[in-house]
């Protein structure tokens, strides 16, 4: 059986777990197998996840699972696993998805192969599986040779399909300890727009934006298509944009439909992060620029014209 | 207070990213090798403060070969007291975690940045963790400690959150725990007099290991817009890319 953990959010399942369901449901296509999806804490219609691909939802209640903590829920996942011979362990590669894959490695055995973005080759006894690795400057396949196995699905490589039918629920009882973290608080930005680390559509600036206050044209831009907000290394540095916005080889890696990058120059640290985007827009003055080599469609001209105008053009388009 | 700082060593960010034997491995000819940035820049150089600031130790641990010394003693120049290094060529997180938690009994504060620029698993801190039956707090950007209480800001999907707990716990360092630090002369001379402990690994299989390697096919010729017809590039974006 192939087993994923999902997680949801004011009930809503969150897109990553119904990423991480329509993969889950092809490997076990691929090995013959059915596709089960355990679900920790309160989530509206568990059985839905049966549309994605699930054939079961595992629920579990249990008092010492009131907060994450990779301590008590990759104790709870792995009983989970083990009653249901899980021979394949899928989580989202997010915050929680990564903190728990290393620790279930341990408690099942199992190698590990955190980000995959392909859907693994099964032939005889062989499971291999890719991933982006040098922050995405080139791809590694990995061979995983244990009798379980741990992966953890990179945001934004497949999406989601429906089609399936209602899964059955059942409930399951597990034996956890009281967690060691207390959780103080929990502060989300306000707004509608996806994390960048899952975002579809990504509008991100450089130094060439010469300031902060000069962001409004970004921020509009990405208001009128529904993009996340992003930024080069050294504007997060020198603090003209939060840390958690900074993308490339040291800060966040992101691969979404559409990166548009103004006033980006294209060092390699920052196309490591960004280039597996589908498509990649650059605005930038200098023709010489070496993001343009990595793009898609270039603009050769003052980001501080250009970009209003895109913003008026996407408008006009949507009308 | 004991802290152990888990260190990797990756190529420089500018290296050229080439294959050997058939793209089976990563061809490390003429690549420099740096310190992986999220160890040094936030999880070593947070730890050396936490120790100016409550006292206690610092110790820099790193599974790999000899030719690591050079990276473990620019750890010791940024200001680790004394060092340790598994002396093994490491294919698989698993293997590098168990080398860690056999070498980790005894301190209070286990860190690792958030994950190397190499293989980006991110990993093993939770393995760590998990083979010392200790908390694990991913990601952190800011971390206090007041007397044997942790409190740690972590970033999670479109916020933060802040969370306490108890010594000992293990926790992977992100950007914002602090500021890269770059080591002075005297840290640098005193360096090569610090103790570099080097140990034989402990038996562990690879579970998981890379077979082979390729480069992502290339962007095929940007096409260029006229900076005054946004309109045809929209189009595009609707109709060629399919992306809005
Ligand atoms: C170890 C290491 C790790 C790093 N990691 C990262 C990382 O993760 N992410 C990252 O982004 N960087 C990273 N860097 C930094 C990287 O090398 C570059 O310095 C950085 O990406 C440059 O940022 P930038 O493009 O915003 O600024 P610049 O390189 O200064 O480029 C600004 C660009 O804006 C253009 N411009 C200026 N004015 C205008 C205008 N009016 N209209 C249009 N265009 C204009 C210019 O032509 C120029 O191309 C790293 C560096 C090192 C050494």
Redesign the pocket.
């Given at each position: 059986m192939v087993l994923i953990y999902t997680e949801a959010q004011n009930g809503q399942f969150k897109k990553a777990s119904l990423e991480a369901i329509t993969y889950g449901h092809k490997t076990a296509q691929a090995m013959g197998t059915q596709c089960a999806a355990v679900v920790i804490g309160n989530a509206d219609n568990p059985a839905s996840l049966g549309q994605y691909g699930a054939s079961e939802v595992i629920t579990i209640n249990n008092p010492n699972l009131g907060h994450f903590d990779s301590q008590t829920f990759a104790s709870a996942i792995a009983q989970v696993a083990q009653s249901k011979n899980a021979q394949v362990v899928i989580l989202p590669h997010n915050s929680s998805g990564k903190s728990l894959a290393g620790r279930l490695g341990i408690k099942l055995n199992a190698g590990v192969v955190s980000a995959a973005n392909t859907l693994p080759t099964v032939e005889g006894g062989s499971f291999k599986v890719k991933k982006n690795v040098f922050?995405g400057k080139a791809i590694a396949e990995y061979e995983i040779k244990s009798a379980v196995k741990i992966l953890t699905l990179s945001g934004n490589s497949v999406q989601p399909e429906t089609g399936g039918s209602e899964a059955t629920i059942s409930s399951m009882d597990v034996d956890v300890p009281a967690s060691k973290v207390t959780i103080k608080e929990t502060k989300l930005q306000q707004g509608d727009t996806a994390p960048l680390p899952e975002a579809e559509l990504v509008v991100s600036?450089?130094?060439?934006?010469?300031g902060p206050e000069n962001w409004g044209i970004i921020e509009d831009l990405a208001k009128a298509i529904g993009a996340t907000t992003a930024?080069?290394?050294?504007?997060s540095d020198i603090g003209w944009r939060p840390h958690h916005e900074?993308?490339?080889?040291?800060?966040v890696a992101i691969k979404p439909n559409l990166y548009i990058?103004?006033?980006?120059?294209?060092?390699?640290?920052?196309l490591?992060?960004v280039n597996s985007s589908k498509c990649i827009v650059v605005?930038?003055?200098?023709p010489e620029?070496?993001?343009f080599k990595a793009a898609d469609y270039g603009v050769c001209?003052?980001?501080?014209?250009?970009v209003p105008k895109l913003t008026e053009a996407i408008k006009k388009a949507k009308a | 207070m004991k802290i152990l700082v888990c260190i990797s060593k990756t190529p420089?960010?500018?290296a050229k990213i080439a294959f050997k034997d058939g793209n089976t491995a990563y061809d490390e000819n003429g690549v420099q090798f740096?310190m992986n940035?999220y160890d040094e820049w936030y999880a070593l150089v947070r730890a050396v403060e936490l120790k100016e600031a409550n006292g206690g130790s610092v110790t820099a641990i790193n599974v790999g070969p000899a030719a690591n010394d050079v990276v473990i003693r620019k750890a010791l120049a940024i200001g680790a007291d004394d060092a340790i290094r598994v002396d093994a060529d490491p294919q698989s997180a698993m293997f590098v975690a168990k080398q860690i938690a056999a070498q980790a009994q005894g301190y209070d504060l286990i860190l690792t940045g958030k994950e190397t620029?190499d293989y980006n698993g991110s990993s093993v801190g939770a393995m760590v963790a998990e083979l010392l039956d200790l908390p694990y707090i991913s990601y952190g950007t800011n971390l206090v400690i007041a007397g044997t209480t942790a409190t740690i800001t972590r970033d999670i999907e479109g916020g933060e959150e802040i969370s306490e707990a108890g010594l000992p716990l293990v926790i992977s360092a992100a950007k914002g725990m602090a500021e890269q630090k770059i080591p002075n002369m005297r840290g640098i001379m005193m360096a090569k007099r610090k103790p570099l402990n080097v140990v034989p690994a402990v038996a562990a299989d690879d579970l998981a290991v890379a077979t082979s390697f390729s480069l992502p096919s290339g962007k095929s010729e940007v096409k260029m817009i006229d900076p005054d017809n946004m309109d045809e590039l929209v189009r595009l974006l609707q109709e060629e890319a399919k992306v809005l």
């Open positions: 922050a600036a450089g130094r060439g934006m010469k930024c080069s290394r050294p504007v900074h993308v490339g080889q040291t800060g990058a103004a006033g980006i120059s294209g060092a390699i640290q920052h490591a992060g605005i930038n003055k200098d620029a070496p993001f001209a003052d980001l501080f014209e250009v | 420089e960010t500018t740096i940035p620029i």
